[in-house]
């Protein structure tokens, strides 16, 4: 069986969806979305595409092992936490900022987004490794250039 | 004082770089690595003549709500011990350059050190007893590392083991005195717990902390019947047994009772019990020490032995007494860290400690021989090295109890000079027999002095050892009397003399040479008739025992609840849901108010909460998998099209995802699982299961009512209606309450996550590491959706059995 158009509609799809989740991420703090719905919704891209091909091209499209994407996502959060302290404020104190950029408008600087792309890169993460452990039932390592 | 904080904290934010610099520097990390302990020993060297009972102080709030702050504290007492951990340390390091071999791993092993070294000095300066309490199990743990750096061999394991289990559960003796102290007392600040002294003598709970507090004192410094761990310690490489385990850390315990003192001593209690249990020490340490042949196993007893000496020096709170213990933690420090490098070196030159097989040394080592000889004597008390001077302090300090001389005080005498006795015949067969005789050097044909860096420890302690000994009053004003002060809490004026004063001391302590000399003369006698002594009951096989009933009773634990089926372990969580809550509504006798007032059911909702109903029922009745699963799912997007219906686009988005994607997973996870078995169930286990579902289920939906019902609280949900925007700076709330006001919880909910995909991958590799290939090839090209293998195989495994 060759589900060609699953395939084909599957690959316009991967751009909208992953676009679309971007979206939800970076307007997550002022309208429905956020981190872990984008961090989801970029995992269903992903788990379409293991369903049109296979898990290990899916999980190849994110470039980054899945290890790394955790760790950076964690760190991401950790790190938002630790550095209001640095500003002597207590832990995952945030702070936001409203600012006008060209062609944008007004435009909020949240240091919460910083928090919520954390979530989402481990989202991310944790949805491509168990996929791919999962679907190809071996501890497989992909990463640039597998 | 904050250079007091910075100097604890130096070890601990150099530590992590020590790896990295030894794949750059190589094997001469060790130098790199000494820059530490010098320049913090130069550091606590300019706060000599200015510390005695008045501390320098530094204080940063660190968790305020629990009273426990960063709150440091050096005075004369802490300074002691903050010069041997730097001091010694930074000789250990050099030594231990040399000592170890090119293939071991210095990186790991000064990380290690320089954990500890900063852990230590956290100990002798910390003001705060949870603070103290922190350090203390970082040396515990550092202690158990260093211990167990050999990690192939079977013995350093169990020694690391042993001694972490003993010094750990002692560190809970502390934890929990401390925590009574803060009841008692109102603080855990040490300086403000003083000035509650009369209320913390006077209360009932006074008995059990003092207990506890000695409990994790006499762990941690090796009093009987806790001192097995420490001959255990003995196989962690010589520099550590050096360092740690008689110089700093086993002194650590003794430090505790001289810091508590002031608060807790001056009872007949605190008395009575340190100095029973020090003179039972010293007494069974030296008998212990002369039984073995190995040199190290004999300077450990021969450590245990000489703690129990200076312990109850600070628990008789007279001047004395605090100034011979501060004198001989000095001096032991000095000859028995001396000690310890010397037989280091026997032990690399001739390959074996065993002093049966070692003698004559004089003539190959003279200088080694040299060293150890001096070392031993002064640990013997011979006139004039610096053992001599604090045991004559020692002995006149027994001889002047607090609390008036009487039959106890008498037999502790008497056993510390029988101790005395031995030390001195294991001393001499240090200082002698092995340098002395008949040349018996081990595996060795010639063995030689070792290199000068590797006699720089030791040739410098046994300088001390002699210097202290001859001319001791350089030390008395600035090191003795302000150590003597900081325990006191009052300043100390006391007098060291190296001059022999006829008296009762000197007696004493010309009886313990004597009686040793003689000893030594017939030592195969002796030694013969130790052997004889059998006592029924062993510490060690004691410890063993309680080891292995702990392993049986949780072998027994596991084999009872573990049983490996999923449906049992949920019915566990139910059934501990249903009875903790449950019980504990109908215990707190709260009137059960049911007003149902609540919104009218639209007639879209009805339909959906009769599909998700008859969507469960389905998950369960269906007997195949992938109908199951089908239905699971209908009942996940019935859920989420409710949160639509209550306007949570949020929650219904993610639902909706969580639904998607969590299907999917399932279907791949359903290739693995074997096909469904036949029903094998009793009617009654499946009554069982049945009650225990309705009933969880109607658990959770009355608690939904009753709180719905009774507010006890205002509702939290309009700060967040509120506050959204002006505090956390954006209108989805939902949004706005996981990453700002819940942020924490949320931070821990995605590490779970990470953790839970580590998980599906250590099992799955694990079932493949165990089953092999033959359950499922796993050289398939990567199994895709379409694959028609796996397929036929879905469709094979989804057959009704």
Same mark, same amino acid.
């Given at each position: 069986?060759?589900?060609?158009?699953?395939?084909?509609?599957?690959?316009?799809?991967?751009?909208?969806?992953?676009?679309?989740?971007?979206?939800?991420?970076?307007?997550?703090?002022?309208?429905?979305?956020?981190?872990?719905?984008?961090?989801?919704?970029?995992?269903?891209?992903?788990?379409?595409?293991?369903?049109?091909?296979?898990?290990?091209?899916?999980?190849?499209?994110?470039?980054?092992?899945?290890?790394?994407?955790?760790?950076?996502?964690?760190?991401?959060?950790?790190?938002?936490?630790?550095?209001?302290?640095?500003?002597?404020?207590?832990?995952?104190?945030?702070?936001?900022?409203?600012?006008?950029?060209?062609?944008?408008?007004?435009?909020?600087?949240?240091?919460?987004?910083?928090?919520?792309?954390?979530?989402?890169?481990?989202?991310?993460?944790?949805?491509?490794?168990?996929?791919?452990?999962?679907?190809?039932?071996?501890?497989?390592?992909?990463?640039?250039?597998? | 004082?904050?250079?007091?904080?910075?100097?604890?904290?130096?070890?601990?934010?150099?530590?992590?770089?020590?790896?990295?610099?030894?794949?750059?520097?190589?094997?001469?990390?060790?130098?790199?690595?000494?820059?530490?302990?010098?320049?913090?020993?130069?550091?606590?060297?300019?706060?000599?003549?200015?510390?005695?009972?008045?501390?320098?102080?530094?204080?940063?709030?660190?968790?305020?709500?629990?009273?426990?702050?960063?709150?440091?504290?050096?005075?004369?007492?802490?300074?002691?011990?903050?010069?041997?951990?730097?001091?010694?340390?930074?000789?250990?390091?050099?030594?231990?350059?040399?000592?170890?071999?090119?293939?071991?791993?210095?990186?790991?092993?000064?990380?290690?050190?320089?954990?500890?070294?900063?852990?230590?000095?956290?100990?002798?300066?910390?003001?705060?007893?949870?603070?103290?309490?922190?350090?203390?199990?970082?040396?515990?743990?550092?202690?158990?590392?260093?211990?167990?750096?050999?990690?192939?061999?079977?013995?350093?394991?169990?020694?690391?083991?042993?001694?972490?289990?003993?010094?750990?559960?002692?560190?809970?003796?502390?934890?929990?005195?401390?925590?009574?102290?803060?009841?008692?007392?109102?603080?855990?600040?040490?300086?403000?717990?003083?000035?509650?002294?009369?209320?913390?003598?006077?209360?009932?709970?006074?008995?059990?902390?003092?207990?506890?507090?000695?409990?994790?004192?006499?762990?941690?410094?090796?009093?009987?019947?806790?001192?097995?761990?420490?001959?255990?310690?003995?196989?962690?490489?010589?520099?550590?047994?050096?360092?740690?385990?008689?110089?700093?850390?086993?002194?650590?315990?003794?430090?505790?009772?001289?810091?508590?003192?002031?608060?807790?001593?001056?009872?007949?209690?605190?008395?009575?019990?340190?100095?029973?249990?020090?003179?039972?020490?010293?007494?069974?340490?030296?008998?212990?020490?002369?039984?073995?042949?190995?040199?190290?196993?004999?300077?450990?007893?021969?450590?245990?032995?000489?703690?129990?000496?200076?312990?109850?020096?600070?628990?008789?709170?007279?001047?004395?007494?605090?100034?011979?213990?501060?004198?001989?933690?000095?001096?032991?420090?000095?000859?028995?860290?001396?000690?310890?490098?010397?037989?280091?070196?026997?032990?690399?030159?001739?390959?074996?400690?065993?002093?049966?097989?070692?003698?004559?040394?004089?003539?190959?080592?003279?200088?080694?021989?040299?060293?150890?000889?001096?070392?031993?004597?002064?640990?013997?008390?011979?006139?004039?090295?610096?053992?001599?001077?604090?045991?004559?302090?020692?002995?006149?300090?027994?001889?002047?109890?607090?609390?008036?001389?009487?039959?106890?005080?008498?037999?502790?005498?008497?056993?510390?000079?029988?101790?005395?006795?031995?030390?001195?015949?294991?001393?001499?067969?240090?200082?002698?027999?092995?340098?002395?005789?008949?040349?018996?050097?081990?595996?060795?044909?010639?063995?030689?002095?070792?290199?000068?860096?590797?006699?720089?420890?030791?040739?410098?302690?046994?300088?001390?050892?002699?210097?202290?000994?001859?001319?001791?009053?350089?030390?008395?004003?600035?090191?003795?009397?302000?150590?003597?002060?900081?325990?006191?809490?009052?300043?100390?004026?006391?007098?060291?003399?190296?001059?022999?004063?006829?008296?009762?001391?000197?007696?004493?302590?010309?009886?313990?040479?004597?009686?040793?000399?003689?000893?030594?003369?017939?030592?195969?006698?002796?030694?013969?008739?130790?052997?004889?002594?059998?006592?029924?009951?062993?510490?060690?096989?004691?410890?063993?025992?309680?080891?292995?009933?702990?392993?049986?009773?949780?072998?027994?634990?596991?084999?009872?609840?573990?049983?490996?089926?999923?449906?049992?372990?949920?019915?566990?969580?139910?059934?501990?849901?249903?009875?903790?809550?449950?019980?504990?509504?109908?215990?707190?006798?709260?009137?059960?108010?049911?007003?149902?007032?609540?919104?009218?059911?639209?007639?879209?909702?009805?339909?959906?909460? $009769?599909?998700?109903? =008859?969507?469960? *029922? %389905?998950? #369960? /009745?269906?007997?195949?998998? !992938?109908? &199951?699963?089908? +239905? @699971?799912?209908?009942?996940?997007?019935?859920?989420?099209?409710?949160?639509?219906?209550?306007?949570?686009?949020?929650?219904?988005?993610?639902?909706?995802?969580?639904?998607?994607?969590?299907?999917?997973?399932?279907?791949?996870?359903?290739?693995?699982?074997?096909?469904?078995?036949?029903?094998?169930?009793? $009617?009654?286990?499946? =009554?069982?299961? *049945? %009650?225990? #579902? /309705?009933?969880?289920?109607? !658990?959770? &939906?009355?608690? +939904? @009512?009753?709180?719905?019902?009774?507010?006890?609280?205002?509702?939290?949900?309009?700060?967040?209606?509120?506050?959204?925007?002006?505090?956390?700076?954006?209108?989805?709330?939902?949004?706005?309450?996981?990453?700002?006001?819940?942020?924490?919880?949320?931070?821990?909910?995605?590490?779970?996550?990470?953790? $839970?995909?580590?998980?599906?991958?250590?099992?799955?590799?694990?079932?493949?590491?165990?089953?092999?290939? &033959?359950?499922?090839?796993?050289?398939?090209?990567?199994?895709?959706?379409?694959?028609?293998?796996?397929?036929?195989?879905?469709?094979?495994?989804?057959?009704?059995?």
């Amino acid at each position: 069986m060759n589900p060609l158009i699953l395939r084909t509609s599957v690959r316009i799809h991967l751009y909208l969806l992953t676009l679309f989740s971007f979206y939800l991420l970076i307007r997550g703090h002022n309208e429905p979305g956020g981190g872990f719905i984008a961090g989801l919704l970029t995992a269903s891209a992903m788990v379409l595409q293991a369903l049109a091909f296979d898990a290990r091209y899916a999980s190849s499209l994110v470039p980054v092992r899945e290890q790394t994407l955790i760790g950076l996502g964690l760190l991401l959060a950790v790190g938002t936490g630790v550095a209001s302290m640095l500003f002597g404020r207590p832990f995952l104190d945030h702070v936001f900022h409203h600012t006008f950029l060209p062609f944008l408008g007004e435009v909020e600087l949240a240091s919460a987004v910083v928090f919520d792309i954390g979530v989402y890169l481990v989202v991310v993460g944790v949805a491509k490794w168990t996929i791919l452990t999962v679907a190809t039932g071996r501890a497989g390592q992909s990463g640039p250039g597998s | 004082m904050s250079s007091l904080f910075a100097s604890v904290m130096l070890p601990f934010i150099l530590a992590p770089w020590v790896p990295a610099l030894y794949r750059k520097a190589g094997r001469r990390v060790g130098f790199l690595v000494a820059v530490v302990p010098v320049s913090l020993f130069v550091y606590y060297l300019g706060f000599l003549g200015e510390l005695g009972s008045e501390p320098v102080g530094f204080r940063l709030p660190w968790i305020p709500l629990l009273g426990v702050d960063l709150s440091f504290a050096l005075d004369g007492f802490g300074l002691l011990f903050a010069l041997l951990i730097t001091g010694i340390g930074s000789l250990v390091v050099i030594y231990s350059t040399y000592y170890l071999g090119p293939r071991e791993d210095l990186g790991k092993f000064y990380l290690y050190i320089l954990i500890f070294m900063g852990a230590m000095l956290g100990v002798v300066t910390a003001d705060n007893i949870v603070l103290l309490y922190i350090f203390w199990e970082i040396t515990s743990v550092a202690s158990f590392l260093l211990i167990g750096f050999w990690h192939t061999r079977e013995e350093s394991r169990w020694g690391a083991l042993k001694a972490m289990m003993i010094t750990v559960l002692g560190g809970f003796g502390i934890l929990t005195a401390a925590v009574l102290l803060y009841v008692v007392g109102g603080s855990f600040e040490l300086s403000a717990l003083m000035e509650n002294r009369e209320a913390v003598l006077a209360s009932p709970l006074y008995v059990p902390i003092v207990l506890l507090l000695l409990l994790g004192a006499f762990t941690k410094s090796a009093q009987a019947p806790f001192h097995i761990w420490l001959p255990g310690a003995m196989a962690a490489p010589t520099p550590v047994s050096a360092y740690l385990h008689s110089a700093t850390m086993v002194k650590a315990g003794i430090f505790l009772v001289g810091r508590m003192a002031p608060l807790l001593g001056g009872t007949p209690l605190w008395y009575y019990t340190v100095s029973a249990v020090g003179a039972v020490t010293v007494f069974l340490g030296a008998f212990l020490a002369i039984r073995q042949t190995d040199l190290k196993a004999l300077l450990a007893y021969s450590t245990v032995s000489q703690l129990g000496l200076i312990m109850p020096m600070f628990a008789a709170g007279t001047e004395v007494a605090a100034l011979a213990g501060a004198a001989h933690i000095l001096n032991h420090a000095t000859f028995k860290g001396a000690l310890f490098m010397l037989v280091g070196i026997i032990d690399h030159e001739t390959h074996t400690r065993d002093l049966r097989r070692l003698g004559g040394l004089y003539k190959a080592m003279p200088v080694t021989a040299v060293l150890t000889g001096i070392a031993a004597l002064s640990m013997a008390g011979v006139w004039p090295l610096n053992g001599f001077v604090s045991k004559e302090l020692i002995f006149e300090a027994m001889l002047h109890p607090p609390f008036g001389p009487d039959v106890w005080t008498q037999a502790f005498a008497v056993l510390a000079v029988l101790g005395s006795a031995m030390t001195t015949i294991y001393c001499l067969i240090l200082a002698h027999r092995i340098n002395f005789g008949k040349p018996r050097y081990g595996d060795a044909e010639h063995p030689h002095d070792p290199p000068a860096g590797m006699l720089l420890g030791p040739v410098l302690l046994v300088g001390l050892v002699v210097l202290l000994g001859v001319y001791p009053y350089i030390a008395e004003g600035p090191i003795f009397n302000a150590a003597a002060s900081g325990h006191m809490r009052e300043e100390v004026h006391g007098h060291v003399h190296n001059v022999p004063v006829p008296g009762m001391p000197l007696a004493m302590s010309l009886i313990a040479l004597g009686l040793g000399l003689w000893g030594y003369r017939h030592l195969e006698s002796v030694r013969r008739a130790f052997d004889q002594v059998r006592p029924r009951v062993h510490a060690n096989a004691v410890y063993d025992g309680i080891l292995a009933g702990l392993d049986r009773l949780s072998r027994w634990m596991v084999r009872v609840h573990m049983t490996g089926l999923l449906r049992d372990y949920i019915a566990y969580i139910l059934l501990v849901v249903f009875l903790g809550i449950g019980l504990a509504a109908a215990a707190s006798g709260a009137a059960f108010d049911l007003r149902l007032d609540l919104a009218p059911m639209t007639f879209v909702e009805a339909v959906v909460i $009769a599909l998700i109903i =008859a969507g469960a *029922i %389905a998950v #369960a /009745a269906f007997r195949h998998r !992938l109908a &199951a699963i089908v +239905a @699971l799912s209908i009942v996940g997007l019935m859920v989420s099209f409710l949160y639509v219906q209550l306007r949570a686009p949020d929650l219904a988005l993610t639902q909706l995802m969580v639904e998607s994607i969590s299907t999917v997973l399932i279907l791949l996870a359903v290739r693995y699982l074997p096909p469904l078995p036949k029903e094998q169930d009793t $009617a009654r286990r499946k =009554a069982a299961d *049945i %009650a225990l #579902a /309705a009933g969880a289920g109607a !658990l959770v &939906a009355f608690l +939904a @009512l009753m709180t719905n019902a009774n507010r006890l609280f205002p509702s939290i949900s309009q700060y967040f209606v509120e506050n959204s925007k002006p505090l956390g700076g954006g209108s989805n709330i939902v949004n706005v309450i996981l990453v700002d006001f819940r942020g924490v919880d949320t931070m821990g909910e995605i590490t779970v996550l990470g953790i $839970a995909a580590l998980s599906v991958y250590a099992l799955v590799t694990l079932r493949q590491r165990t089953r092999g290939r &033959a359950e499922r090839p796993v050289d398939d090209p990567p199994v895709a959706f379409d694959d028609p293998r796996s397929a036929a195989r879905d469709a094979r495994e989804g057959e009704m059995p």
